[in-house]
């Protein structure tokens, strides 16, 4: 997915000199969502909750789109043109409804809900997302992934995956990226990373049992999830630094509760990212945009009907470091 903001904001993230972890943190720090219109007079909307000034990353994961229910009949669903990607991988799971990808490398592919998309841009990729005409409602999260140094000028990749369902203690949990419960899903990332969604019961709490190391993150789709010490609601995502060996999910409502779990070790590199680049200074991003307008590094995407979405315009002052919070 494209960040369709016309004057995107600079924002260089990582952690600071020591090594990440806060002097003193509540136990669940809680980030609401800002609203940003998927482009058009009837956009549909996303809800973002990464990057904010409170907190830039989990672990690698550093962009979370949350959206929907959305009635495709109200808003014309999803239509993202052409549009480059350099510097991460895109995750791309849904809840509901069906959405087309088409990709420089040649992949054409549907998104469907409990299938997992990932898209490797590394030195540079261009896709298309489109809703299908068999999409009625669409709902679903759009993540993103920084690549590590090392890797993010690697080639760029597709990986689809379907993860089995699995059940744990009444709740009902699909392991897409990383290791949980015993799960363990076979896609390629660059850092250790979690992605899970988790199906909560009414009235009901689930224990797991996770990877000290890791930061994690608990976007709640549906129902009112207490994580620890935090109650979240929907579109709330819930931080817990490293350190417990356990997160303890309860569902406070009356109804089956969904949520996203998201995890890593934190990320010990400073990233700059505007738009669609993930970038390591100012003058990278400005070479990436001016490489995507002369159409060279990120190839073509073939099928899609109509012009791919240029860069917005450059902002006209320095880039400021935005800091892990303390």
């Not at 909750?49 to 109200?74: E, K, N």
């Not at 992605?195 to 909560?200: M, W």
């Not at 490293?242 to 070790?265: I, M």
């Amino acid at each position: 997915m494209s960040n369709a903001e016309t004057t995107p904001a600079p924002v260089r993230c990582g952690t600071p000199a020591d090594g990440g972890r806060p002097s003193a943190v509540p136990p669940v720090q809680v980030l609401t969502a800002r609203d940003v219109p998927l482009g058009g007079p009837r956009a549909m909307t996303v809800r973002r909750t990464l990057p904010q000034r409170a907190r830039t990353m989990i672990g690698a994961w550093c962009f979370a789109d949350h959206y929907g229910p959305d009635d495709v009949s109200d808003t014309g669903g999803m239509d993202v043109a052409p549009h480059p990607h350099t510097g991460l991988q895109t995750v791309s799971w849904l809840f509901s409804g069906e959405i087309e990808h088409r990709d420089s490398l040649g992949s054409h592919a549907l998104v469907r809900p409990g299938e997992l998309n990932l898209m490797t841009g590394g030195h540079g990729i261009a896709h298309s997302e489109v809703s299908t005409p068999k999409t009625t409602v669409l709902h679903g999260v759009q993540l993103w992934v920084a690549l590590p140094d090392a890797h993010r000028n690697t080639e760029r990749d597709f990986q689809h995956h379907v993860p089995e369902r699995l059940r744990v203690d009444g709740a009902e949990l699909r392991v897409f990226l990383g290791a949980l419960a015993g799960a363990v899903s076979p896609v390629r990332t660059f850092t250790p990373l979690l992605g899970a969604e988790i199906l909560l019961p009414p009235r009901s709490a689930l224990t797991l049992a996770v990877d000290p190391r890791f930061e994690h993150g608990l976007l709640v789709d549906r129902g009112d999830v207490r994580l620890a010490d935090a109650l979240l609601r929907p579109a709330e995502l819930g931080y817990a630094a490293p350190g417990p060996d356990t997160l303890t999910l309860t569902n406070e409502s009356d109804d089956t509760a969904r949520a996203v779990l998201l995890g890593g070790t934190p990320f010990e590199e400073e990233i700059v990212m505007w738009w669609n680049f993930i970038c390591r200074s100012h003058e990278e991003v400005v070479q990436a945009r001016e490489e995507w307008a002369a159409g060279d590094r990120f190839g073509s995407v073939q099928g899609y009907d109509g012009d791919p979405l240029p860069a917005p315009e450059l902002p006209k002052v320095p880039l400021k470091p935005r800091r892990r919070a303390q």
